[in-house]
Antibody
Framework: EVQLVQSGGAVKKPGESLRISCQAS????????INWVRQVPGKGLEWMGR????????AYNPSLEGHITVSIDESSGTAYLQLRSLKASDTAIYYC????????????WGRGTVVTVSS | SYVLTQPPSVSVAPGKTARIPCGGD??????VHWYQQRPGQAPLLVLS???HRPSGIPGRFSGSNSGNTATLTISRVEVGDEADYYC?????????FGGGTKLTVL
């Protein structure tokens, strides 16, 4: 079964950093890009960034560039999203999702990681 | 940056046809993907490349894309179709989502 299993939720303080993981199984990890999408409670979806595991090419939402980093560990089939200098506005559910190539839809999603940023 | 515009809500009676528009500048020159999100769940891809249904998606879901509007059409709407629906495209390296449309089945 194809799955993306995400790390558990976290509560952070403003200014802290956070790394969320997304472990892939059931398919060849390097055959699919991994995307990160977040959703503020009660709001819509926001695309954050993505990585091609074949060559670690990354692309980011211009509004988040410098605030996030997407990376992978090919040996474990895991993708990571790092967020720096957290703010209350980063409170959201964070999803990872895969796509076959750069123009495909996101066909498999993780269940989401709840992140709360509060002092 | 590219903007996709969706109406906040659409209502339809069971058994009828729901049409959810997604507006964007010359959106017909892009490929549009559609996602369904039920409360408390992750999004689910229901249409890719304007009108292609992934495995497991009922034939009641169809799509079109021309000019400045892409449309998700759900025929013979069921209560279980009640959800938020998002359009999405690549511009070209960045992902863009519409604001989402809440489909209410009356």
């Amino acid at each position: 079964e194809v799955q993306l299993v995400q790390s558990g939720g976290a509560v952070k303080k403003p200014g802290e950093s956070l790394r969320i993981s997304c472990q892939a199984s059931g398919y060849t990890f390097t055959d699919y890009w991994i995307n990160w999408v977040r959703q503020v409670p009660g709001k819509g979806l926001e695309w954050m960034g993505r990585i091609d595991p074949r060559n670690t090419f990354t692309a980011y939402n211009p509004s988040l560039e410098g605030h996030i980093t997407v990376s992978i560990d090919e040996s474990s089939g895991t993708a990571y999203l790092q967020l720096r200098s957290l703010k209350a506005s980063d409170t959201a559910i964070y999803y990872c999702a895969r796509q076959r190539n750069g123009f495909d839809g996101l066909d498999v999603w993780g269940r989401g990681t709840v992140v709360t940023v509060s002092s | 940056s590219y903007v996709l515009t969706q109406p906040p809500s659409v209502s339809v009676a069971p058994g009828k046809t729901a049409r959810i528009p997604c507006g964007g500048d010359n959106i017909g020159s892009h490929h549009v993907h559609w996602y369904q999100q039920r409360p408390g769940q992750a999004p689910l891809l229901v249409l890719s490349y304007d009108d292609h249904r992934p495995s497991g998606i009922p034939g009641r879901f169809s799509g079109s894309n021309s000019g400045n509007t892409a449309t998700l059409t759900i025929s013979r709407v069921e209560v279980g179709d009640e959800a938020d629906y998002y359009c999405q495209l690549w511009d070209p390296a960045s992902g863009v989502f519409g604001g989402g449309t809440k489909l209410t089945v009356l």
